[in-house]
T-cell receptor
């Protein structure tokens, strides 16, 4: 069974540019998460989806970050414009339900110059 | 709110040494507890979990027991290998907090031959 797929794996951009990350969850997993992981820290939740509905986006900086999961499967996370402090690893995870074990993708490592 | 506190690293051991990584938590209700492992450049992989008090999770020689009385979930392995070198994250999943997960900051383990 394929795991969570993320792309790109690495991205280098200049500040003020836009950037987008894509995630394909494990087949059949209704719950999808986007996390931010800073160096030397654990993941911090940005947004959680149940199917196509964002049920927890309280930690998403909505002035520059947006996310969508239009058909309840793949998801895209966007930053516009990017700032230097956005340099981090962006992790996508999925689970069979909100109280089930989460499975993580390899992450997208973003560097903003 | 919920929180997870892990033993600070880095931890350096010789091959075949005994490993303990301490983890304590604060949460309302009865969360599930997890250990994840992250190898360089990869996402988090589930190592083991326990869903109720006194449960023992185990996998690949690693073990952790859910201790409600001490709110702890310490990770142990009797004989570490070089291939165990990675970052280990303790996490909880709270059913009383809308299925939100909380992660510790990770403990880096290096095993030398």
């Amino acid at each position: 069974e394929a795991g969570v797929v993320q792309s790109p794996r690495y991205k280098i951009i200049e500040k003020k540019q836009p950037v987008a990350f894509w995630c394909n969850p494990i087949s059949g997993h209704n719950t999808l998460y986007w996390y931010l992981q800073n160096l030397g820290q654990g993941p911090e939740l940005l947004i959680r989806y149940e199917n196509e509905e964002a049920v927890d986006d309280s930690q998403l900086p909505k002035d520059r970050f947006s996310a969508e999961r239009l058909k309840g499967v793949d998801s895209t996370l966007k930053i516009q414009p990017a700032e230097l402090g956005d340099s981090a690893v962006y992790l996508c995870a999925s689970s069979a339900g909100q109280q089930e074990t989460q499975y993580f993708g390899p992450g997208t490592r973003l560097l903003v110059l | 709110g919920n929180s997870v506190t892990q033993m600070e690293g880095p931890v350096t051991l010789s091959e075949e040494a005994f490993l303990t990584i301490n983890c304590t938590y604060t949460a309302t209700g009865y969360p599930s507890l997890f250990w994840y492992v992250q190898y360089p450049g990869e996402g988090l992989q589930l190592l083991l979990k326990a869903t109720k008090a006194d449960d023992k999770g185990s996998n690949k020689g690693f073990e952790a027991t859910y201790r409600k009385e001490t709110t702890s979930f310490h990770l142990e392995k009797g004989s570490v290998q070089v291939s165990d070198s990675a970052v280990y994250f303790c996490a909880l999943l709270s059913y009383t907090n809308a299925g939100k997960s909380t992660f510790g900051d990770g403990t880096t383990l290096t095993v030398k031959p």
